[in-house]
């Protein structure tokens, strides 16, 4: 295979890399953005449990409604405030 035409695909494959990799961050980044605008700590896991602590669901009204409602849901299902 000639040099051009490795470097070329060299240079696809970084283009591509670099853009998924943006991907990547620009996901992480609206997840975190998301995850403490709306506070919805609702699966309780070990991230969950991190966050809310940083950022607790009290703290807004939209929190507070979030929290509301979460509460409402688990009193319907009959599951109480904590989860396992």
């Given at each position: 295979?000639?040099?051009?035409?490795?470097?070329?695909?060299?240079?696809?494959?970084?283009?591509?890399?670099?853009?998924?990799?943006?991907?990547?961050?620009?996901?992480?980044?609206?997840?975190?953005?998301?995850?403490?605008?709306?506070?919805?700590?609702y699966y309780r896991g070990p991230f969950e449990r991190v966050w809310e602590k940083l950022f607790p669901a009290e703290a807004?009204?939209?929190?507070?409604?979030?929290?509301?409602?979460?509460?409402?849901?688990?009193?319907?299902?009959?599951?109480?405030?904590?989860?396992?």
């Amino acid at each position: 295979m000639p040099f051009s035409v490795c470097a070329r695909r060299s240079s696809v494959w970084n283009s591509h890399a670099r853009t998924w990799t943006w991907m990547g961050a620009i996901s992480a980044a609206e997840f975190l953005v998301r995850k403490t605008y709306f506070r919805n700590y609702y699966y309780r896991g070990p991230f969950e449990r991190v966050w809310e602590k940083l950022f607790p669901a009290e703290a807004t009204p939209m929190g507070r409604r979030s929290a509301a409602y979460i509460r409402m849901v688990r009193e319907k299902l009959g599951q109480g405030r904590d989860r396992p």
